[in-house]
């Protein structure tokens, strides 16, 4: 157990609908990173948030957002969902912006019909 | 473009022989690198690393090796365990970008047989 808690596990929802995905990282921890695992892209970093600020983005699509609330949760928001968004969604968190490795959550599986 | 490449999609090992997993890159800002070990179900769980001033780290079983000039690091488990079985990911990050900010291998299936 990482210490990294997602939910829900398992989301299945249509094409065109929004999602919100959360993540409560390890205690202590500032920072929390979004990864999507696919099928055919592997696992691909999204975007960090340090303290409720967002510090370094990736390959995160416009329809995507997140943020980190003072509790130090945060949200990952998917929008005008498409088939090819059905992924295994990681969020991960450190106890810095630097820390040496990250630890990860066990995974949000969405799936768009 | 994938900067991180794991060719082996998958490995088989007998039980108490040396697994041998690798992994090359392309980017040359790439100072530090990471393996990863998943189960089913289970997020991705750090396993060891390497900075890029060094060519070799170990940790009990685990060693990480590192040559830079081959742009080439590989993963070396000796004895291999059949809790071993999993899948492996390379991953690195650059310096001074969030330390959070890995490139990811696709990983490659271990499965280590009794």
């Known amino acids: 157990d990482s210490g990294v808690t997602q939910t829900p596990k398992h989301l299945i929802t249509a094409t065109g609908q929004r999602v919100t995905l959360r993540c409560s990282p390890r205690?202590?921890?500032?920072?929390v990173y979004w990864y999507q695992q696919s099928l055919d892209q592997g696992l691909q970093f999204l975007i960090q948030?340090?303290?409720?600020?967002?510090?370094a983005k990736g390959n995160i699509l416009e329809r995507f957002s997140a943020q980190q609330f003072p509790d130090l949760h945060s949200e990952l928001n998917l929008s005008s969902l498409e088939l090819g968004d059905s992924a295994l969604y990681f969020c991960?968190?450190?106890?810095?912006?630097?820390?040496?490795?990250?630890?990860f959550g066990e995974g949000s599986w969405l799936t768009v019909v | 473009d994938q900067q991180v490449k794991q060719n082996s999609p998958s490995l088989s090992v007998q039980e108490g022989r040396i697994s041998i997993l690798n992994c090359d890159y392309t980017?040359?800002?790439?100072?530090?690198f990471l393996w990863y070990k998943k189960y089913p179900a289970e997020g991705p769980t750090f396993l060891i690393s390497?900075?890029?001033?060094?060519d070799k780290n170990e940790d009990g079983r685990f060693t990480v090796f590192l040559n830079k000039s081959a742009k080439h690091l590989s993963l070396h488990i000796v004895p291999s365990q059949p809790g071993d079985s999993a899948v492996y990911f390379c991953?690195?990050?650059?310096?001074?970008?969030?330390?959070?900010?890995?490139?990811f291998g696709q990983g490659t299936i271990l499965t280590v047989h009794p």
């Open positions: 980017n040359s800002m790439f100072d530090y």
């Open positions: 948030y340090y303290n409720g600020e967002e510090r």
């Open positions: 991960a968190s450190s106890n810095t912006g630097f820390g040496n490795t990250i630890y």
């Open positions: 991953a690195a990050r650059t310096g001074g970008t969030s330390y959070g900010k890995l490139t």
């Open positions: 205690s202590g921890d500032l920072s």
């Open positions: 390497i900075s890029s001033i060094k």
